[in-house]
């Protein structure tokens, strides 16, 4: 397996069968040239089996936090530890760029979720509630 970071559209487009949503290219476009956005892809030969997001956040008085926004492995490539590998380079990544922290918000009941990301270190404080807008 190896981890590249996605700098291309195209590079997105042929991730596609990961995402919730069809991949629209002037989105794509944003978050790969927007500061502070990563898409890490993971590759077994020449198929993307996943990927992880996160965006750094920056507040005045608690400097930078990097949001893991979504982490997608591939049906037919689970449980071979790319999802850890895929947030433990997010969390180098972080550390590099001088984050404090790193967080995810995980659904209730997403057992498979929160077991990859306590396999790469991450641990559940169960302090947490998500509050939603639909705008």
Known sequence: MQIRRAATVAEVAAAA???DHPVRTE???RFLTTAGHHLLLAYEGPAVAGFVSGVETVHPDKGTEMFLYE???AEPYR???IGRALVE???ALARERGCYGMWVGVD???DVALAAYRSAGGEDDGTCTVV???L
């Open 17 to 19: 069968h990961l995402f």
């Open 132 to 134: 939603t807008w639909v």
């Open 71 to 73: 982490l997608a492995v």
């Open 89 to 91: 380079r997010l969390a």
């Open 27 to 29: 989105w794509a476009e």
């Open 108 to 110: 209730t009941g997403n």
């Open 79 to 81: 449980r071979r530890g």
